[in-house]
C-alpha cells in the first residue's frame, strides 16, 4: 500500500521560514501531480500549490511569491518551501498525490506561525 509521509512542520515565528517534504512508500504509476494542500483551524481544506507531470505549477493566491513547491526528477519527493509565513498560514498541510487512477493523500504535518 502507498504511504506518503510529510515532515518538516512546526512552530515558527512570522516572517519566519519552513520547508515541508513529501515521501513516497513505494512506486506510484501514472502521477498526473504532486501537491501540497492545508486544512485551517474550522476551515476547509484549500490547495496550496502543485506540480505537474510536466513541471507546470501551480499556486493558490494567498501564498504566491512565498511558497515554492518541486519535485525530484524521479517523483520520489515534492517539498514546498514555505517563506514569510503569515499567522493565516497556520494549518495542517497534506500532501497529495493524483493519477490516472487513485489519489493519494499523507497523514498532515501541523504549522504553527506564531510569536
Known amino acids: 500500500q502507498v504511504q506518503l509521509v510529510e515532515s518538516g512542520g512546526g512552530l515558527v515565528q512570522p516572517g519566519g521560514s519552513l520547508r515541508l517534504s513529501c515521501a513516497r512508500s513505494?512506486?506510484?504509476?501514472?502521477?498526473?501531480?504532486m501537491g501540497w494542500y492545508r486544512q485551517g483551524p474550522g476551515k476547509e481544506r484549500e490547495l496550496v500549490a502543485t506540480?505537474?507531470?510536466?513541471?507546470?505549477?501551480n499556486y493558490a493566491d494567498s501564498v504566491k511569491g512565498r511558497f515554492t513547491i518541486s519535485r525530484d526528477n524521479a517523483w520520489k519527493t515534492v517539498d514546498l518551501q514555505m517563506n514569510s509565513l503569515k499567522p493565516e498560514d497556520t494549518a495542517v498541510y497534506f500532501c497529495?498525490?493524483?493519477?490516472?487512477?487513485?489519489?493519494?493523500w499523507g497523514q498532515g504535518t501541523r504549522v504553527t506561525v506564531s510569536s
Open positions: 506540480i505537474t507531470s510536466g513541471g507546470s505549477t
Open positions: 513505494s512506486t506510484i504509476f501514472g502521477i498526473n501531480t
Open positions: 497529495n498525490v493524483r493519477t490516472w487512477g487513485p489519489e493519494y
